[in-house]
């Protein structure tokens, strides 16, 4: 089956740590994003990526960092300096091209210790 | 003039009815108008796409009605059911690269049994 997996599903930071988010997918998507979901609230871009080895920020993307070494791959680095981290993470990847629609994994919910 | 304003931010129907979600949008550039479901602890997942070269699409009990002048859209569930209780999310794109979306801030939808 092809689709997006994300990792953990629970995850929890204590104060002053950095944090990895996992994204997998396999549908042989060129773009990749996250997004940060509150409780209540829309869709928020951090990070996305239109090929492997770049990456751009999105709406709000202090605090956090990317990587893309592998087609496959966008992994989301929660750093101490995102100081209100506690939400839904949620990965997204599309063929990149216009009028297209994303395809997303089932999140990761963020916590504070 | 990015943004896409949903409306309303919660809704309660009883089984069977229709259960209607607005969306309005500034730009005039957007060509692209998705539809997502989401449920509780999950991502969300494309339901429905609409063009603005077509004013109504229909899949199933679900129709997007399309109003270029007015620059608005809308999603209809006819015959909604208690399974339907979810949030809904209408998103917006233009061509351009990395085919990024607008989100709405998304409705939640209770349908009573």
């Known amino acids: 089956d092809g689709g997006i997996t994300q990792s953990p599903k629970y995850l929890f930071r204590k104060e002053g740590q950095n944090v990895t988010l996992s994204c997998e997918q396999n549908?042989?998507?060129?773009?990749m994003y996250w997004y940060r979901q509150d409780p209540g609230q829309g869709l928020r871009l951090i990070y996305y990526?239109?090929?492997?080895?770049?990456?751009q920020k999105g709406d709000i993307a202090e605090g956090y960092s990317v990587s893309r070494e592998k087609k496959e791959s966008f992994p989301l680095t929660v750093t101490s300096a995102q100081k209100n981290p506690t939400a839904f993470y949620l990965c997204?990847?599309?063929?990149?091209?216009?009028?297209?629609?994303?395809?997303f994994g089932d999140g990761t919910r963020l916590s504070i210790l | 003039q990015q943004q896409v304003k949903q409306s309303p931010q919660s809704l309660i129907v009883q089984k069977g009815g229709i259960s209607i979600i607005n969306c309005a949008y500034e730009?005039?550039?957007?060509?692209?108008f998705p539809w997502y479901q989401q449920f509780p602890g999950k991502g969300p997942a494309l339901l429905i796409a609409?063009?603005?070269?077509?004013s109504e699409k229909k899949e199933g009990r679900f129709t997007i009605s399309f109003n270029k002048s007015a620059k608005q859209f809308s999603l209809h569930i006819m015959d909604s059911q208690p399974g339907d209780s979810a949030t809904y999310f209408c998103?917006?794109?233009?061509?351009?690269?990395?085919?990024?979306?607008?989100f709405g801030g998304g409705t939640r939808l209770m349908v009573k049994p």
């Open positions: 990526s239109q090929i492997v080895n770049d990456f």
């Open positions: 549908l042989n998507h060129d773009a």
């Open positions: 609409i063009r603005p070269d077509v």
């Open positions: 997204a990847s599309s063929t990149g091209f216009s009028n297209q629609p994303q395809h």
């Open positions: 730009n005039t550039a957007f060509d692209y």
């Open positions: 998103a917006a794109s233009y061509n351009n690269a990395g085919n990024m979306l607008t």
